[in-house]
Nanobody
Framework: EVQVVESGGGLVQAGGSLRLSCEASGIDTFDNYAIGWFRQVPGKAREGVSCIRISSGGTFYADSVKGRATISSDNVKNTAYLQIDNLKSAGTAVYYC????????????????WGEGTQVTVSS
């Protein structure tokens, strides 16, 4: 069974940094996948934060984190990471990672496997 598990959430002060991990298991070829990070606040729609296409290393960042976030992957560990620096109170949310097989001309997408999420709380 293919699954992804997030870790690394917690309480952090505004201006601090956090590194989230997304470990994929049950995947034959990690290179075939893209990993995406999303976040959701109660009562609001889920927001795409960042994604990485494992084979090419191509990345995307939402404007809300651009310049403060770095997404990366470790193909040996089948794990993707999202570091966010200079966290703001607006970053308080449940962060989810997802795995998908994007189309040949797409950077990311095809999100089929979702984790259960990890809570990030930014205190001001």
């Amino acid at each position: 069974e293919v699954q992804v598990v997030e870790s690394g959430g917690g309480l952090v002060q505004a201006g601090g940094s956090l590194r989230l991990s997304c470990e994929a298991s049950g995947i034959d070829t990690f290179d075939n996948y893209a990993i995406g990070w999303f976040r959701q606040v109660p009562g609001k729609a889920r927001e795409g934060v960042s994604c990485i296409r494992i084979s090419s290393g191509g990345t995307f960042y939402a404007d809300s984190v651009k310049g403060r976030a770095t997404i990366s992957s470790d193909n040996v560990k089948n794990t993707a990471y999202l570091q966010i620096d200079n966290l703001k109170s607006a970053g308080t949310a449940v962060y989810y990672c997802a795995a998908g097989v994007p189309g040949p001309t797409s950077l990311c997408g095809g999100w089929e496997i979702w984790g259960e999420g990890t809570q990030v709380t930014v205190s001001s």
